[in-house]
């Protein structure tokens, strides 16, 4: 049985850290790439940022991110421990949400990150709430 379990989410004041954590477990688990999503209060669930153990055609690294949150929100990984992270500085109000893992097999393209279809596994979700 494959998991992705997200850790890390919780309270914190407008200007504050948070760093979330997603480890993936079961025999059958692979991936390559992983990624995080949140879904905010009356809002579809967005892509924020994914990391490829190999990169994307196009792309000079092996980490993409939306353009909303590529100055303060950073992701990395541990292949050996199946594990990713979300580094989020500077949080504000508007970054209240329940945030997603997810991964797939294969690489795709980078613009395949956005599409929630694109993915094979999904965590359940840690909430995030920025207090002003």
């Known amino acids: 049985q494959v998991q992705l379990v997200e850790s890390g989410g919780g309270l914190v004041q407008a200007g504050g850290s948070l760093r979330l954590s997603c480890a993936g477990s079961?025999?059958?688990?692979?991936?390559?790439?992983m990624s995080w999503f949140r879904r905010a209060p009356g809002k579809e669930r967005e892509f924020l940022a994914a990391?490829?153990?190999?990169?994307?055609?196009?792309?000079?690294?092996?980490?993409y991110y939306a353009a909303s949150v590529k100055a303060r929100f950073t992701i990395s990984g541990d292949n050996a421990k199946n594990t990713v992270y979300l580094q989020m500085n500077s949080l504000k109000p508007e970054d209240t949400a329940v945030y997603y893992c997810?991964?797939?097999?294969?690489?795709?393209?980078?613009?395949?990150?956005?599409?929630?279809?694109?993915?094979?596994?999904w965590g359940q979700g840690t909430p995030v709430t920025v207090s002003s």
């Open positions: 997810a991964a797939r097999v294969g690489v795709g393209s980078y613009f395949e990150n956005y599409f929630e279809n694109k993915y094979d596994y």
């Open positions: 990391i490829s153990k190999s990169g994307w055609s196009g792309v000079s690294t092996n980490t």
């Open positions: 079961g025999r059958a688990f692979t991936w390559d790439v």
